[in-house]
């Protein structure tokens, strides 16, 4: 008779805008193929995307802690937000938020920008090209943050959108040709920046055509927060070099 191995679940909880269409399925592919790993979700209001003063108060730390303290009766391992604000509010917002979820619910947290960081320094990468949907003021924001990280902007790419759900509606085929053009400059890493759009399933194919480690914010936070647990991201394939244990070349 063949043995019948018991596998602890592991539970990812991801905070997830209300309006974000993409995150929530491509998250839930990335990890179908890894025995005892779910994703569940947590949403909480954004409708918006710019520096109006409503759109900015969004992201109020309250809100996204509510929606952690419901994901914690599930019982998660981890819990990420699975969103960039950090690129227009500054990285400290973002640890500030994992420090509140860690010490009330004694869970460990990270989010797409905070993991976005660690995938840029796990390669040495500090030159970067940057792909987005966001408003050129909003654009302007995540670079002089990530400029205050380490990290310099060689080209750049956005789509002066103010989002958030028409993100999801822009097609393959363009963020590729931004990805494309964002290549030209030949950075040593390239981030399709937002949670809300359909770049993580383009990942794989355009490292192999253009030879550079592409991070997409979804594929991001899924690594890092495998990683915060315990399990093996090398058990994603398919979705780009970064779950590759780090050597992006294997997976292309």
Not at 129 to 140: F, M, N, R, T
Request: proline share 4%; glycine share 8%; net charge negative.
């Amino acid at each position: 008779m063949e043995k019948i191995v018991n596998i602890e679940p592991i539970r990812l909880g991801m905070l997830t805008p209300s309006s974000n269409t993409v995150l929530e399925p491509v998250t839930s592919e990335m990890v179908a193929e890894i025995d005892g790993v779910s994703a569940h979700f947590g949403r909480f209001r954004v409708t918006e995307i710019s520096l109006k003063e409503g759109a900015l108060s969004q992201f109020d730390i309250e809100p996204l802690l509510e929606a952690a303290r419901l994901l914690a009766d599930a019982k998660v391992d981890v819990i990420a937000w699975n969103g960039t604000s950090a690129g227009w509010l500054g990285f400290d917002a973002d640890r500030e938020l994992c420090k509140k979820i860690t010490s009330e619910l004694a869970i460990p947290a990270t989010t797409s920008t905070l993991a976005l960081g660690d995938a840029f320094r796990s390669i040495d990468a500090e030159r970067y090209g940057l792909v987005s949907p966001y408003l050129h003021e909003i654009q302007d924001k995540i670079l002089k943050n990530f400029s205050a990280e380490g990290f310099t902007c060689v080209s750049e790419q956005h789509l002066n959108d103010p989002g958030n759900f028409s993100f999801a509606e822009v097609t393959e085929g363009e963020i590729s040709k931004m990805v494309r053009q964002v290549a030209l400059s030949k950075p040593q890493a390239i981030t399709i920046y937002c949670t809300n759009l359909r770049g993580a399933p383009l990942v794989q194919e355009l490292e192999q055509e253009l030879g550079i480690p592409i991070f997409d914010t979804i594929s991001v936070v899924v690594w890092k927060s495998l990683m915060l647990v315990g399990a093996d991201p090398a058990k994603i394939v398919g979705w780009g070099g970064l779950f590759n244990g780090n050597n992006w070349r294997d997976s292309v």
